[in-house]
């Protein structure tokens, strides 16, 4: 028996090892600081920082604008087996880090938690209007957030916020299987992971006079569905890309990045959220998101294409469009 005992124990620490090394094989991010933009100089134009995830502050110096505004990133044990709920303080702290006192919208690309349970909470701090689908907006509801400041947009038809026109687009996600559907009554925190379903999924479009730009939250996409569309930036959501078949990501790249015809692409969405902003960010585990795949045909597709590749710093200005 106590032979039975420790050999069970063996084969428990052999496990425990295994699962420690696939989880931390990790592609390394710092080989990539030679994609990182420079910081902004302060030069007239549209800037975006980018804080994590699909979470973006974009700005002409007039108007500002946030997609998702998600700080809280809740570790992955709450993610796995708890609840999870708004983090008061991170988002005042990530809000503080990006200068981002005071915002005109708060626009959220679909309402998975690590682009929609937050954003409520963000609108509310900084008077922002919140624009989302209706399963966005009762996640806005359950926090309290009034009616007067949730949009639901029409897909495709524009909305004006300053200089920016915004259009959002229907698109897909990245098919996950994970939180599918919608969320059809006010969703009140703490709640599951699982509970902030995935609802609407869009691109957001921003033609200002300074040139177009276009936000994709998940390497998803409907085919022929950005046709009428050309943005000189694509800031590109690319979790889970890399793991994804050959046939898929070429589809990929074809609907989306060949036809918005870019000059700029920066790939997003590819780091670990349930990290705090706080500590320095990595990469995914390859068996979760193969970033190097991703880079490694990004930059063929930009060698062949002829659009520059770029990776943002955390929380500095970068400039986008010259005014």
Do not use: C
């Not at 390394?28 to 600081?33: C, F, G, I, N, V």
């Not at 177009?212 to 694509?234: H, N, W």
């Not at 918005?260 to 500590?279: A, G, N, W």
């Amino acid at each position: 028996m106590v032979r039975g005992i420790a050999i069970a124990l063996l084969v428990l620490a052999a496990a425990l090892a295994a699962a420690l090394y696939v989880w931390n094989d990790r592609p390394d991010l710092e080989r990539y600081s030679p994609w990182v933009a420079e910081r902004w100089r302060g030069a007239p134009g549209v800037t975006v920082s980018f804080l994590g995830v699909s979470t973006l502050l974009i700005s002409d110096g007039e108007t500002h604008l946030m997609t998702d505004g998600f700080f809280s990133r809740p570790s992955l044990w709450d993610v796995a087996v708890g609840e999870l709920a708004p983090d008061p303080e991170r988002i005042g702290d990530g809000l503080a880090r990006a200068g981002a006192h005071r915002l005109d919208a708060v626009i959220v690309l679909h309402s998975h938690y690590d682009h929609a349970m937050d954003a409520p909470d963000v609108a509310e701090r900084t008077g922002a209007v919140l624009v989302g689908s209706e399963s966005t907006a009762n996640i806005a509801r359950g926090r309290g957030l009034p009616n007067a400041q949730i949009v639901v947009p029409e897909a495709g038809l524009p909305l004006s916020f300053g200089r920016f026109t915004l259009t959002m687009i229907e698109s897909r996600h990245l098919p996950h299987g994970i939180a599918e559907g919608t969320i059809a009554e006010p969703l009140v925190p703490p709640a599951r992971a699982l509970d902030y379903k995935q609802g609407k999924t869009y691109i957001a479009h921003l033609s200002h006079p300074s040139g177009d730009i276009a936000v994709v939250g998940s390497a998803g996409f409907v085919e022929g569905a950005l046709t009428p569309y050309r943005s000189e930036i694509v800031l590109l959501g690319v979790g889970g890309l890399g793991n994804m078949t050959e046939q898929y990501r070429e589809t990929f790249y074809r609907e989306v990045v060949d036809r918005l015809q870019p000059t700029r692409v920066i790939p997003i969405h590819y780091d670990d959220f349930t990290r705090p902003l706080s500590q320095p960010l990595a990469l995914f585990p390859r068996i979760v998101d193969d970033f190097d795949q991703t880079m490694e045909e990004l930059q063929r597709r930009a060698s062949t294409i002829g659009f520059e590749l770029q990776l943002l710093p955390l929380a500095d200005a970068v400039l986008l469009l010259d005014s």
